[in-house]
Nanobody
Framework: QVTLVESGGGLVQAGGSLRLSCVLS????????LAWFRQAPEKEREFVAS????????DYADSVKGRSTISRDDALNTVYLQINRLKPEDTAVYYC???????????????????WGQGTQVTVSS
């Protein structure tokens, strides 16, 4: 059974940085495409960033592009999300997601991911 466990969330001031981590267990990590989504109160879950089996293939939401980096360490079964210059609107629960098979469509779609973590809260104060 594949499980995903996120960590690294917390309370930070606007302008600060965070690095979120997500460890996958129960599967062969290198087989998985991975993504981060977030959900703010009373809002729908939204795509943040994705990284495919080839770590050079990454994608970002416009809201975080240029100030965030998604990366993976296959030796540690871990995917990371670094967000810099945090803004209050980045406040949300951040979820890690994984998909073991290739997909010809967009990796920004939450529905294509079959495995999800429990989420980690990020709160940015102004």
């Amino acid at each position: 059974q594949v499980t995903l466990v996120e960590s690294g969330g917390g309370l930070v001031q606007a302008g600060g940085s965070l690095r979120l981590s997500c460890v996958l267990s129960g599967g062969i990590f290198s087989y998985y495409a991975l993504a981060w989504f977030r959900q703010a109160p009373e809002k729908e879950r939204e795509f943040v960033a994705s990284i495919q089996w080839n770590a050079e293939s990454t994608d970002y939401a416009d809201s975080v592009k240029g100030r965030s980096t998604i990366s993976r360490d296959d030796a540690l079964n871990t995917v990371y999300l670094q967000i810099n210059r945090l803004k209050p609107e980045d406040t949300a629960v951040y979820y890690c997601a994984a998909r073991p098979t290739r997909y010809s469509g967009s990796y920004k779609t939450a529905g294509i991911y079959g495995h999800w973590g429990q989420g980690t809260q990020v709160t940015v104060s102004s």
